[in-house]
């Protein structure tokens, strides 16, 4: 059988189909591009939400009235106007995130605070308790300085004891940790702010004679002189070197019971504004004379005004609330001033007396109170 081999003839190939427009390739991919965009946005998002950064917010709190906080059992009062007000600054509750972070770079009204500054590094319910516990004390030295600045006696104690003696001061070598001051500069000392006050009756290189008692039970009073040294952060000021004093045989006796119920309030910070308050319920007539006056500050067992945080923002809230006067913690008047107008008078105090002074200014004679009698 006869073959023919053939090749068989091949159709031509088909034109391929034109590329697509540029403008429909990128229509294509942005889906991609945004479903992408979007991603991120949320993860970075929820990073800005769950991220705690090392910061505090700190804005305005309040100013509000302090006498409504007293009570009193067992004594005379008087009627007390609202026009003394205890402020405050508003920190959060944690650290901020990343929203509130941009947030308070934004603001005027908020300032971040390394967190170290705020929480010394405790839980936010350690930091919380703490607080606390530096409000209660604070309400009980309040109420023990207006007492007896009205002349009731309270304190009561046998020595002031030493916890801690800092090394290279004029103490070292001269008083041990657990040594008791009975007496000082010629003066009994019954309690720590007896120490203190001889202390700061004094001049840096001026001497002081002590009578110890050990803590060991038994051994004899010893005599010591020491040269108190500066202080080394204020060099005016007379420095011994010692810390953790407290009274020995500590008694509290309290003609009458005062109580002072600031609320969720918490910290020492309102010391002046309870002592003052106290005063007012106590004694007749009005200790600002019907002019709204904030105070800020703590107070110790001296009547010493102490320096307090975020006193810019508490002017901030005296001003708003529409105070005429702020008495602010000696020292700390330049920063008071720096968010506030001139229409708000800010005056600085050192002490009890000084804050009653101001208020005298106002026509209050509150260095005149009318003391009720003790008996």
Known sequence: MDTTSATLPVAPPDHPPPPPPADSTRHARWPWVLGAIGVLAAAASLFALVVELPYYALSPGSARATEPTVSVEGAETFPAGDELLFTTVTVGQRRVN?????????????????????????????????????????????????LEHLGYDV???????????VPDTPADGVIEPGDTVVRAGGQPVERVEDFVAEIDARDPGDELTLVLESGDDGAPRRRATVELAAFPDAPAEPFLGVSGLTTRDLELDDPFDVTIDPGQVRGPSAGLAFTLAVLDVLTPGDITNGVDVAVTGTIDGLGRVGQVGGVDFKALAAERAGAELFLVPEGEEDLARSRVGDDLRIVPVATLQDALEALDELGANATDLEVPDPA
């Open 155 to 165: 304190v009561s104690g046998t020595g002031a004891t030493i916890e801690d003696v």
């Open 98 to 146: 990343g929203f509130e972070w941009l947030e308070a770079k934004l603001s005027s009204d908020i300032e971040l605070v390394p967190a170290e500054l705020i929480d010394g590094g405790q839980t936010p319910e350690e930091n919380q308790q703490l607080n606390q516990q530096l409000m209660d004390a604070s309400e009980e030295t309040a109420v023990v300085v207006a």
